[in-house]
T-cell receptor, first 114, second 111 residues
């Protein structure tokens, strides 16, 4: 079975500063990895995904993430955040076979300060 | 671009009432899912459905819950007798291999 850990429940950061949101996963099989963003009272929007190939994945809104198999991590980064990036961010893992169900982390609330 | 659609977007019901949440998955997808998010909490897996039967379910998905694909397009989640703690956002998803596509969610409020 897979599991996902997002150690930081909240991350405050000043506007235009860089940010990293951490995600570690546990799995006995090969996985797919995802980051989603959720704005207040809205649904889940896919930011980026790692399915295979290059371990550095670029997504929407200037976000990127790097898959590190040896550290079982998939940290999300942005070099310069905006006020509009304030939201909840969820990391998710899926196995490469079977039902493809996602297991989500507990989320990290990114608060961008002016 | 094809998308997963859910209805209703918001439903208010009295405790003990039956609720049906509806979803239209992307047409060529084969796996379907329901997830739940209690306000302010993580997104939790409820059930996956493949080939007209449940392929996996979580411990949350007890006898109060059922899923059905009554025709070729709809995928429904029924809660037989709602409880206060069923108040949540319910997300439907369908899957191409390796990636889930989520609907916008149905917010259920149980009074």
């Amino acid at each position: 079975a897979q599991s996902v850990t997002q150690l930081d429940s909240q991350v405050p950061v000043f506007e235009e500063a860089p940010v990293e949101l951490r995600c570690n996963y546990s799995s006995s099989v090969s996985v797919y990895l995802f980051w989603y963003v959720q704005y207040p009272n809205q649904g889940l929007q896919l930011l980026l995904k790692y399915l295979s190939g290059s371990t550095l994945v670029k997504g929407i809104n200037g976000f990127e993430a790097e898959f590190n198999k040896s550290q079982t991590s998939f940290h999300l980064r942005k070099p310069s955040v905006h006020i509009s990036d304030t939201a909840e961010y969820f990391c998710a893992v899926s196995d490469r076979a079977g039902t493809y169900k996602y297991i989500f982390g507990t989320g990290t609330r990114l608060k961008v300060l002016a | 671009e094809p998308e997963v659609t859910q209805t209703p977007s918001h439903q208010v019901t009295q405790m003990g009432q039956e609720v049906i949440l509806r979803c239209v998955p992307i047409s060529n997808h084969l796996y379907f899912y329901w997830y739940r998010q209690i306000l302010g909490q993580k997104v939790e897996f409820l059930v996956s459905f493949y080939n007209n039967e449940i392929s996996e379910k979580s411990e949350i998905f007890d006898d109060q819950f059922s899923v059905e694909r009554p025709d070729g397009s709809n995928f429904t989640l029924k809660i037989r007798s709602t409880k206060l703690e069923d108040s949540a956002m319910y997300f439907c998803a369908s899957s191409a291999p390796g990636e889930l596509f989520f609907g916008e969610g149905s917010r259920l409020t149980v009074l």
